[in-house]
């Protein structure tokens, strides 16, 4: 049973492009989470979501940052028009109905140049 | 806004001594879970604990948890160089299921 897959693993894109992260959750995994964590710091909440709907976006911020989980694929973080201050690592959990454990993938790492 | 403290920030031991990291916070909570973070990685889940449990056991790994402090403890006992990384307590408030508040961890080396 593979575990919870980012690709990709390194992006580096230039100040003004956008940032597509994608995220593909454990086998029979219905929920997925999206965190970011700066340098020496814990990771922080941003979208949780349950296939085609979004449960709670609290800790993203409103503008140029979106997520998706369609019915099909991998669960998408798109950020536009990237800064500097987007680089960071991006993870992606994903969790089961019947758990409250999140199983993590290796992350993205993010640089903005 | 930061749910989770983890105390130490750094904790340097020898193999085969035992390491106890802290984690405190701040509201009520469901459960309380420990990660694991080797430099440049992804996260690896250690043990969930509830909040009507005091203490669990995996392997070399106790947890204990006091709600009435909001507090808990992971006791790593006869470390070996391969538990060098960084440690994380997450809580769930409320309801079971949404999303995960981190401390800041605890980095801790364990030389041979």
């Known amino acids: 049973n593979a575990g919870v897959m980012q690709n990709p693993r390194h992006l580096v894109r230039r100040r003004g492009q956008e940032a597509r992260l994608r995220c593909s959750p454990m086998?029979?995994?219905?929920?997925v989470y999206w965190y970011r964590q700066l340098p020496e710091e814990g990771l922080k909440f941003m979208v949780y979501?349950?296939?085609?709907?979004?449960?709670?976006e609290s800790g993203m911020p409103k503008e140029r940052f979106s997520a998706e989980f369609p019915k099909e694929g991998p669960s998408i973080l798109r950020i536009q028009q990237v800064v500097r201050g987007d680089s960071a690592a991006y993870f992606c959990?994903?969790?089961?109905?019947?758990?409250?454990?999140?199983?993590f993938g290796p992350g993205t790492r993010l640089t903005v140049l | 806004s930061q749910q989770g403290e983890e105390d130490p920030q750094a904790l340097s031991i020898q193999e085969g001594e035992n390491a106890t990291m802290n984690c405190s916070y701040k509201?009520?909570?469901?459960?309380l879970q420990w990660y694991r973070q080797n430099s440049g990685r992804g996260l690896v889940h250690l043990i969930l604990?509830?909040?009507?449990?005091r203490e669990k056991h995996s392997g070399r790994l106790r947890v204990t948890l006091d709600t009435s402090k909001k507090s808990s403890s992971l006791l790593i006992t006869a470390s070996r160089a391969a538990d060098t990384a960084s440690y994380f307590c997450?809580?769930?408030?409320?309801?079971?299921?949404?999303?995960?508040?981190f401390g800041k961890g605890t980095t801790l080396s364990v030389s041979s």
């Open positions: 086998k029979g995994h219905s929920h």
């Open positions: 604990i509830r909040s009507n449990e």
């Open positions: 959990a994903s969790r089961g109905g019947s758990t409250d454990t999140q199983y």
């Open positions: 509201t009520s909570i469901n459960n």
């Open positions: 997450a809580t769930v408030r409320g309801q079971a299921g949404t999303a995960l508040i």
């Open positions: 979501l349950q296939k085609e709907n979004i449960i709670d």
